[in-house]
């Protein structure tokens, strides 16, 4: 069964950071391109980063770019995303997303979903 475990999340001041893991399992997760999404109240999920399944493409949404960066350790089965900089509009739910190869910007390419973690940053 294929298991996406996001963690990190919580409350921090604007400019603060935060380190986003996403924990897989159930398949061969160094074939996976991997994506970070969020979701905001009353928003629809937006797309934030990604990276392929070799580690060698990565991709960010203009409004993170400078600020988040997307790695992996396919040895730890795991995606990070570091966010720096934090500001308030970036509060949201973020939730991991895994596909076969090569990442997308598109949510519904996406097979597998976290749960999702909530950060929240204050003015």
């Known amino acids: 069964q294929v298991q996406l475990v996001e963690s990190g999340g919580g409350l921090v001041q604007a400019g603060g950071s935060l380190r986003l893991s996403c924990a897989a399992s159930?398949?061969?997760?160094?074939?996976?391109?991997m994506g970070w999404f969020r979701q905001a109240p009353g928003k629809e999920r937006e797309f934030v980063a990604r990276?392929?399944?070799?580690?060698?493409?990565?991709y960010y949404a203009d409004s993170v770019k400078g600020r988040f960066t997307i790695s992996r350790d396919n040895a730890k089965n795991t995606v990070y995303l570091q966010m720096n900089s934090l500001k308030p509009e970036d509060t949201a739910v973020y939730y991991c997303?895994?596909?076969?190869?090569?990442?997308?910007?598109?949510?519904?390419?996406?097979?597998?979903w976290g749960q999702g973690t909530q950060v929240t940053v204050s003015s």
């Open positions: 159930g398949r061969t997760f160094s074939n996976d391109g």
């Open positions: 990276i392929n399944w070799n580690g060698g493409s990565t």
């Open positions: 997303a895994a596909k076969r190869r090569y990442s997308t910007s598109e949510a519904l390419t996406y097979d597998y």
